[in-house]
């Protein structure tokens, strides 16, 4: 299987579907003859000409709103942001437009629209282009939002995010983009609200998404060392829920520690812990655990981003405490 | 070097041991031997008592505290010594609420190589005027016990007594691995084929656990807010009693003049082989399930100084009827003179209360929690009964079960009756 960057993945997954979808095409900031700002979208405007891959100036809420309107009237619209950072600009298209048409208009309208890019912090980007604001979505009724973990399911995921009828917020990792996986040649598509099982323990369940999956892998693996094994759930969707695997996996070791990039307050990681106290609550040995951001703007300063952000200790440390190993 | 002294563990069933009096001060030079502090546990009052020579330095646990098996409760060791490091020691949560399993282990190692260290001295516990109660329930303090969700199902499902497991969690949580190692220690689900180790060794900790029918949970949840904690309900019957008082003339006859005979020995045998027959009267009501006890370690209600104690002859269904009077000589004369220890009153599965030779013709007992019944005994009266169609003069005796109704119901319970009827009517039956 070839081994290609999580970039050349979203790439052949918009790349694919364009030449399958008429219907399709990419607008966003510089995603055309600078082959987008983390080189995403390279060499789509030479292959599918400028009315397919669109440059658009640099206002947010009117692409986005532009985007809302070209799939309501029948079009397949891709909207790249740069950041989501930037998405913020674009929240009234987003919330009061793109989740609220379908509904508004009885079922009339659909917005098939995939809004895309980078979400999360990199390194010293300082506090206002290092948030992790799914939750504004997750918050939302009518988005669905996806969050994949590596090249494989971005693949999938993005594939079925443009084939879907309903507006999906689909948030990338710039720190991610250069990270190889095996990608397989031929067409695979992975459905959305589907969550996945990515490690195998029966000590402690984490549950995490995009790239925090990561650092949950490399707790585990130290943990393993001193004889803790944990499961790990990739959420993959973030709305809507999949908390299946979840909660079986939780009944098995009656202890979870979830695991995201994002502040603490109203998170992912909070209403994860919420469902499982509520639909497990036998099952448990320990309040859910979570580890997240700290609830303070992302410092610019490296030594103290790094206190302020995930990372494998406090995971470990996390896990640990809900197995009555740590105080 | 300086010592901190434990709450040690005083009696099967204690979590905590309460200070009632200080005996030495702070400053206090100290001999082995000497005792300290007043303690009073769920069973008794006892002097504590220390091991070695030294000076009380520090009281960490005022009067009126009720401390954790484990707990610290004071240090001793050479005046002047730095004890900073035992203080913070014993303030440290982990000194706090130690796992019971391991600290019941200590003390009884302890106990093991220096036997007369912990000297029990019984007093009459106020609190036991009344009834048959003296053997209380476990764990009768107040006080929500703190459990994960997981490991108050584990604990239900396995029949453990969540009272009697201490929480290793924060703030004393009982957690998963606390249920585990208690199930370590005491295996549940024991096999159902009744194998008492050996004649003579107490095997109360054999039982099985039988999972409650949703009748029985709902029958259990409701009848304790119609009739109190325990809901009583009673079966009496009246027997002949002149093959049993024929009995026991023949077998004082035989076994001459050091061993003592009574009537309430030939009905402790009786009561244990009938029990063997229905294991659900010889139970206790845990909650979640009926526990059936696998030995049949019956309780005797003695009137002692200004008290009722329950002393406990333990796996009676493996001892002769000699072998029960002997113990039972004993136990009732410590009882009387106050000299019972708390292991010769726990460990009860069921109670007689015999007070014939008072001259009751018959009575109500009540139940002594955990147990789930208690036999009452009257006195045998000459009365007339009819016998193949002629009234000519008899001998009747009353016998009255208490019964626990959220642990078996009437016609259980009657069966028992039935059964016990038939071997005292029999006596010899007792010996098959």
């Known amino acids: 299987m070839p081994l290609i960057e999580f970039r050349e993945a979203l790439n052949q997954a918009m790349c694919e579907e364009m030449e399958r979808d008429e219907t399709i095409f990419l607008m966003g900031e510089e995603v055309g003859l600078y082959n987008g700002a983390y080189k995403v979208s390279r060499g789509m405007l030479e292959r599918f000409g400028p009315k397919r891959v669109i440059d658009s100036p640099i206002t947010e809420n009117s692409f986005v709103g532009l985007g809302v309107g070209a799939a309501n009237v029948g079009l397949r619209p891709i909207i790249e942001v740069m950041t989501f950072n930037f998405a913020i600009l674009a929240l009234d298209q987003i919330i009061n437009n793109a989740a609220k048409m379908r509904y508004m208009s009885g079922g009339q309208l659909k917005t098939p629209m995939v809004i895309r890019g980078p979400g999360g912090a990199a390194r010293q980007l300082s506090c206002q282009h290092s948030q992790a604001i799914e939750s504004f979505f997750v918050h939302t009724p009518g988005l669905i939002v996806v969050m994949p973990s590596t090249p494989y399911d971005a693949k999938g995921l993005l594939k079925s995010s443009i084939r879907d009828d309903n507006p999906v917020i689909f948030i990338e990792s710039e720190v991610m983009y250069g990270m190889k996986g095996e990608v397989p040649e031929e067409e695979y598509l992975i459905p959305l609200g589907v969550s996945n099982k990515v490690r195998d323990g029966s000590d402690c369940t984490l549950v995490s998404y995009s790239k925090m999956i990561h650092l949950c892998q490399d707790a585990a693996k130290q943990l393993a060392g001193e004889g803790i094994e944990c499961d790990i759930i990739d959420l993959r969707t973030l709305r809507p829920l999949d908390l299946e695997p979840v909660y079986e996996s939780v009944a098995k070791t009656h202890r979870v520690v979830i695991v995201q990039e994002a502040w603490p307050m109203c998170g992912v990681a909070s209403e994860v812990a919420f469902r499982i106290t509520e639909d497990l609550f036998d099952e448990l040995d320990a309040p859910p655990a979570r580890v997240t951001a700290e609830d303070i703007p992302r410092p610019y300063a490296k030594n103290l981003e790094e206190a302020c952000a995930v990372q494998p200790d406090k995971i470990i440390h996390a896990v640990k405490k809900v197995c009555y190993l740590a105080e | ?432």
């Open chain 2, 1 to 432: 070097m300086a010592t901190l002294i434990e709450m040690p563990k005083l009696s099967d069933t204690m979590t905590t041991g309460k200070i009632l009096s200080w005996l030495k001060k702070e400053g206090d030079a100290l001999e082995a031997g000497t005792a300290i502090a007043e303690v009073e546990t769920d069973k008794a009052t006892m002097e504590l008592e220390v091991f070695e020579d030294g000076t009380l330095l520090k009281i960490l646990a005022p009067v009126d505290s009720a401390v954790p098996i484990g707990g610290a409760l004071a240090i001793i060791g050479k005046p002047g010594e730095d004890i900073q490091g035992l203080i913070e020691k014993a303030q440290s949560p982990a000194a706090a609420a130690p796992a019971v399993a391991e600290k019941g282990k200590e003390v009884k190692v302890q106990e093991e190589e220096k036997p007369k260290e912990i000297k029990r001295q019984e007093k009459p516990q106020p609190a036991a005027a009344s009834a048959p109660k003296t053997a209380a329930a476990p764990g009768e303090e107040t006080g929500r016990i703190k459990v994960s969700p997981v490991a108050q199902r584990m604990a239900a499902e396995r029949g453990l007594d969540l009272r009697r497991i201490q929480g290793s969690g924060p703030g004393g949580r009982i957690v998963k691995a606390d249920i585990e190692r208690a199930l370590e220690t005491t295996p549940a689900a024991a096999p159902p084929a009744p194998a008492p180790a050996e004649a003579g060794t107490p095997a109360a900790e054999a039982y099985t656990d039988v999972p409650l029918s949703s009748i029985r949970a709902v029958i259990a949840e409701r009848l304790p807010h119609s009739l109190g904690p325990v809901p009583h309900f009673f079966l009496e019957m009246d027997l002949d009693a002149e093959p049993l008082l024929e009995l026991k003339k023949q077998l004082q006859a035989l076994a001459g003049e050091d061993l003592r005979l009574t009537v309430t020995d030939i009905l402790i045998k009786a009561c244990a082989n009938a029990l063997r027959q229905h294991p659900e009267i010889n139970s206790s009501f845990l909650g979640s399930a009926v526990r059936q006890y696998h030995a049949v370690n019956v309780g005797i209600a003695v009137a002692g100084k200004g008290t009722l104690l329950v002393p406990v002859i333990r796996s009676c269904e493996s001892k002769s009827i000699g072998q029960i009077a002997r113990e039972r000589a004993v136990l009732v004369e410590k009882g009387q003179a106050g000299k019972l220890s708390p292991d010769e009153m726990s460990g009860g599965t069921f109670t007689i209360s015999n007070l014939g030779m008072l001259g009751i013709t018959r009575f109500t007992a009540v139940i002594n929690p955990p147990q789930a019944a208690i036999l009452a005994v009257g006195t045998v009266r000459d009365v007339p009964v009819v016998k193949d169609g002629q009234v000519v003069p008899g001998k009747r005796m009353a016998i009255t079960l208490s019964c626990d109704h959220r642990a078996f119901d009437g016609a259980e319970g009657a069966r028992f009756m039935a059964t016990l009827k038939q071997k005292l009517e029999n006596p010899l039956a007792i010996s098959l």
